[in-house]
């Protein structure tokens, strides 16, 4: 690895983080402080996009289902969109990310977009990045739950190139042995971007995950083999594959190796598990600290064709949809259904490659799959059901585990009321 150019300069003793200014959930910046409204003034240009829009301000926004099993590496337009606020327009001749706190040499060490990408190795990783609340559409239909109404559209399978974390972090003066440094630390990350629940995004994943070579943890710089728009993270956002996508910081400008969690809002109050007795803001306060913060992803399928009262011709149909799961494990089956689960047949499974180790066999895949079943026909008014199952047999459960932040929505996807016509309409 080259010597960042900026490397003897920009050194310095550490500084301390500012506190997060936390809001009351449910409330904007403007409600909890007028001073600290947010500016959505400066949005990029947003009308190619083919995506549906669940929230104008912050803009999220997710595309429609049969576009996602089109091409097994997700095109950017076709990307979902999540923000926490206004996005930040950042120029990468002018950004730079800190990295600082224990076992980084001289306490605190400052590298541009410029350094990251000519001092260390370019790599590249296909992964699935899904946001936790993927399905929340599915909760809501049992009972109310708090956050942006997504349906099953918030998930991509993409191409992602940069820096990998392991080697910053150990240019920074991490040993990359890990019996040469404690396993309870964590690495921490904290952006520019400005949010409606606190002051900046901000996360953190174990470091035994940041170092791991396997982990494929990357400063990304490149999304499908062109530089960052703004809308996904520009100039540098965090990639952890297997990870939801929480944790996937984008706008990177602070990176601390800490002994706890960061103590983000959507670290400690969000993006966790809450047991189905929380049904309310008040009752929630009580959980947040007694729960562990959700990282993998869940093994998850969902049909994108057929949809829910669609009409289709007579004649065969092929159903198609994608499958996925976390910690580096592979889709090993998918199985369809056209009478509401009464029967089984196993579809035909097309698997992302996993990654090839250097020493030969089989590393971990970070990928989706996609599955199809062909029916000559489909029984009138059907339930179509999917159920996936990744090589450690995790699979899915048969209804919905209601919870109030409505995270993690792995139920067996359903499709209902499918019939067929001569002309393909009713």
């Known amino acids: 690895m080259n010597r960042p150019a900026s490397e003897g300069l920009m050194r310095m003793p550490p500084v301390p983080s500012p506190a997060p200014s936390r809001k009351p959930r449910g409330t904007s910046s403007s409600e909890s ?12 240009c947003r009308k190619s996009y083919p995506l549906i829009v669940r929230k104008d301000a912050p803009y999220n926004a997710e595309p429609p289902l049969e576009a996602l099993v089109k091409s097994v590496q997700t095109p950017t337009p076709h990307l979902f969109v999540r923000q926490h606020g206004p ?39 296909t992964a699935v990045l899904m946001c936790a609340g993927n399905r929340r559409d599915g909760l809501q239909a049992v009972k109310p739950v708090q956050g942006v109404i997504w349906g099953p559209g918030t998930v991509g399978n993409c191409r992602w190139t940069g820096a990998r974390l392991c080697q910053v972090l150990e240019y920074c003066g991490l040993p990359t042995n890990p019996l040469n440094r404690s396993r309870a630390l964590h690495c921490a990350f904290n952006s520019v971007e400005c949010c409606e629940e606190d002051a900046n995004y901000g996360s953190s994943i174990p470091l035994d995950k940041a170092m791991d070579p396997l982990g494929d943890v990357l400063l990304a710089y490149e999304l499908n083999g062109e530089p960052l728009c703004r809308d996904h993270g520009a100039p540098v956002r965090l990639v952890v594959p297997g990870f939801i996508g929480a944790r996937w910081v984008k706008y990177l400008a602070q990176v601390t190796i800490q002994t706890n969690e960061s103590d983000a809002f959507y670290q400690q109050e969000d993006y966790k598990l809450l047991p189905a007795l929380v049904d309310s803001h008040l009752s929630a306060e009580e959980w947040w600290s ?46 369809v259904s056209i009478d509401c689960g009464e029967t089984w047949d196993v579809a035909k499974l097309n698997n992302s490659p996993c990654k090839n180790l250097e020493e030969g066999g089989q590393g971990p895949c970070w990928g989706w799959s996609f599955f199809e079943y062909t029916v000559d026909s489909l029984p009138d008014g059907c339930e179509i059901v999917c159920r996936a199952f990744d090589t450690s047999q995790n699979t899915q459960p048969d209804r919905p585990l209601w919870n109030y932040r409505g995270v993690m929505n792995n139920a067996l996807f359903r499709v209902k009321d499918v019939i067929q016509r001569e002309d393909g309409k009713v």
Request: net charge negative.
């Open 290 to 335: 007694k729960l562990p913060a959700i990282q993998e992803i869940n093994v998850q399928s969902v049909i994108c064709y057929p949809k829910s009262g669609q009409v289709l011709p007579l004649g065969p149909v092929t159903i198609k949809g994608y499958a996925l799961t976390g910690g580096g494990r592979s889709i090993e089956r998918v199985d």
């Open 87 to 125: 996005v930040p327009d950042l120029h990468p001749d002018d950004h730079t990310i800190v990295f600082q706190g224990l076992g980084i040499k001289h306490g605190h060490v400052k590298l541009s977009v410029s350094d990251i990408k000519n001092t260390f190795e370019k790599v590249e990783t």
């Open 33 to 44: 402080n007028p001073s600290l409204a947010l500016d959505y003034s400066s949005e990029p």
